[in-house]
């Protein structure tokens, strides 16, 4: 899912616009930033707070 959201979110050489962007005609949507506490449920809350921790430490390689 990720490598199929990766690819369809980033700009390509040949047309200088993402596929998503070429499909439906404006900019893909970003992946909104999770706020801790937000989830009333624990499990849905640790989840999101890893997935966030995941990003980040992407967005620094």
């Known amino acids: 899912m990720w490598a199929e959201w990766s690819y369809n979110t980033s700009q390509h050489s040949g047309t ?3 596929p998503f962007e070429v499909t439906f005609g404006k900019p893909p ?3 909104p930033q999770y706020l801790e506490g937000t989830s009333s449920i624990a ?3 640790e989840l999101l707070e890893t997935r966030e921790i995941m990003l980040a430490d ?4």
Request: aromatic share 0%; charged share 40%; net charge positive.
């Open 16 to 18: 200088t616009k993402t």
């Open 29 to 31: 949507p970003t992946i």
């Open 43 to 45: 499990a849905v809350d």
């Open 58 to 61: 992407l967005r620094r390689k």
